[in-house]
């Protein structure tokens, strides 16, 4: 017991040292979001898989894909869910923030670029209705009701395949909402990518880098990079 424990607190630091590198090929210009995944905006995007959750575990019939793209303003994701069953709001609301939005179906990305003060980053969710929200985190100094009441000015799609059983989410997100830094190829975010998919009590949440053995998302320290190439 003692053994299994030293040795997944060992691969986690390990995940902690070499950050795993998500990339995000550019874009010529900006452009209108949308969430099929043969468009010209996604086709060529580069991908990245979750399998498991934050716990590193598996969570079979729910592979998620990633992919990204960015211009020198904003950073566009598109999010591929499988899904087994769907958990929504009803009725949605698309026309304002959806609080606690990740308490039923969303895809989100957490995601900052000052890498001293890693614990400082924002969070961005959609769920299948186009619903969304963004949040402002500080882990060590928490913003007033968790920092939701802040607003990025990033947009969302959202589509629901139900032949497939897969949705789709996409997000365009202003880079001065992340960091008031000029952005160019070779430039770094620190990132991760979490779903949280399902009823309970079989809700299953996967995340792109696992985080440790208590399944908490905001541990900044496991996250990944996000890589602006050409």
């Known amino acids: 017991m003692k053994l299994s ?6 691969m986690f630091s390990a995940v902690a040292q070499t950050p795993q590198v998500s990339l995000s090929k550019r874009l010529k210009s900006d452009t209108a979001l949308n969430v099929d995944p043969n468009s010209a905006l996604w086709k060529s995007a580069p991908a990245v898989f979750g399998e498991n959750n934050a716990k590193g ?10 992919r990204s793209r960015w211009t020198d303003k904003n950073l566009y994701f598109l999010f591929i869910c499988p899904y087994q069953e769907l958990y929504l709001i009803q009725p949605p609301v698309t026309d304002k923030e959806t609080n606690k939005l990740w308490e039923h179906d969303a895809a989100e990305i957490f995601i900052g670029a000052d890498f001293e003060k890693i614990w400082q980053y924002r969070e961005y969710q959609v769920s299948p209705q186009g619903e969304w929200v963004d949040l ?12 939701w009441r802040w607003d990025s000015g990033f947009t969302v799609a959202a589509h629901i395949d ?7 989410g ?10 008031d830094k000029t952005v160019k190829p070779g430039f770094d975010f620190r990132v991760n990518y979490y779903r949280f998919q399902g009823p309970p009590p079989n809700r299953a949440n996967i995340a792109w880098q696992p985080t440790g053995p208590t399944g908490n998302h905001h541990i900044p320290e496991a996250f990944g990079l996000l890589r602006l190439e050409k």
Do not use: N, V
Not at 57 to 66: I, N, V
Not at 136 to 147: A, H, S
């Open 136 to 147: 402002d985190i500080d882990r060590k100094e928490p913003k007033p009701e968790g920092g």
């Open 57 to 66: 575990q598996p969570t079979p019939g729910h592979r998620s894909e990633f």
């Open 162 to 168: 139900k032949e497939k059983k897969i949705w789709y």
């Open 5 to 10: 424990l030293l040795a997944t607190i060992l």
């Open 170 to 179: 996409a997000m365009k997100i202003p880079i001065s909402s992340i960091t």
